[in-house]
T-cell receptor, first 114, second 115 residues
Framework: DAGITQSPRHKVTETGTPVTLRCHQTENHRYMYWYRQDPGHGLRLIHY???????DKGEVSDGYSVSRSKTEDFLLTLESATSSQTSVYFC?????????????FGPGTRLLVL | AQTVTQSQPEMSVQEAETVTLSCTYDTSESNYYLFWYKQPPSRQMILVIRQEAYKQQNATENRFSVNFQKAAKSFSLKISDSQLGDTAMYFCAFMKPRGAQKLVFGQGTRLTINP
């Protein structure tokens, strides 16, 4: 929950084409994250942002770039999609609830690269 | 770097039984957070329970409780009186409390509750 939406929810694309996934939040949270989920690996961090125009790499950042020009939007771009980037992509935010800092996730985007 | 290991890829129990999912982790940090997330077939990631490493008391949330053994770096999830709606993938995750608070996940355990 936490007012996180992702678009598109599903996408099929061809190898070599650029793809941009959007994460939108409505609660003005500072930290935003992009993870990918693959069988046998759980979720792995791609990139994260700690403010407008402030981003850093995660564990599996090769082949991905991100941008955050507004607090509410965090974009993930695959410059030239490859079949190895077929995955489910989750956006997340850090939020404090009941005095506890926790991450909450968007609904996910299923990407198939043919 | 931190690592999280879930050694049970799949588990299956009957409805109303109690089930325990295992998780171990490796870190040199003294303070950190641990989480269990549930992912039902809808794919939504849902927070189940959260534990702070500096707290001795094990966290509980209704039918869900944890057994946190800091010295052994173990963090198991117990589900009591299991229900059909508990059928899901369960992920254990680790987070440092400072800075960007990046989550490190285990591989997941697929839990099936049978009627």
């Amino acid at each position: 929950d936490a007012g996180i939406t992702q678009s598109p929810r599903h996408k099929v694309t061809e190898t070599g084409t650029p793809v941009t996934l959007r994460c939108h939040q409505t609660e003005n949270h500072r930290y935003m994250y992009w993870y990918r989920q693959d069988p046998g690996h759980g979720l792995r961090l791609i990139h994260y942002s700690y403010g407008v125009k402030d981003t850093d790499k995660g564990e599996v950042s090769d082949g991905y770039s991100v941008s955050r020009s507004k607090t509410e939007d965090f974009l993930l771009t695959l410059e030239s999609a490859t079949s190895s980037q077929t995955s489910v992509y989750f956006c997340a935010i850090s939020a404090e609830r009941g005095g506890q800092e926790t991450q909450y996730f968007g609904p996910g985007t299923r990407l198939l690269v043919l | 770097a931190q690592t999280v290991t879930q050694s049970q890829p799949e588990m299956s129990v009957q409805e109303a039984e109690t089930v325990t999912l295992s998780c171990t982790y490796d870190t040199s940090e003294s303070n950190y957070y641990l989480f269990w997330y549930k992912q039902p077939p809808s794919r939504q990631m849902i927070l189940v329970i959260r534990q702070e490493a500096y707290k001795q008391q094990n966290a509980t949330e209704n039918r869900f409780s944890v057994n946190f053994q800091k010295a052994a770096k173990s963090f198991s999830l117990k589900i009591s009186d299991s229900q059909l709606g508990d059928t899901a993938m369960y992920f254990c995750a680790f987070m440092k409390p400072r800075g960007a608070q990046k989550l490190v996940f285990g591989q997941g355990t697929r839990l099936t509750i049978n009627p």
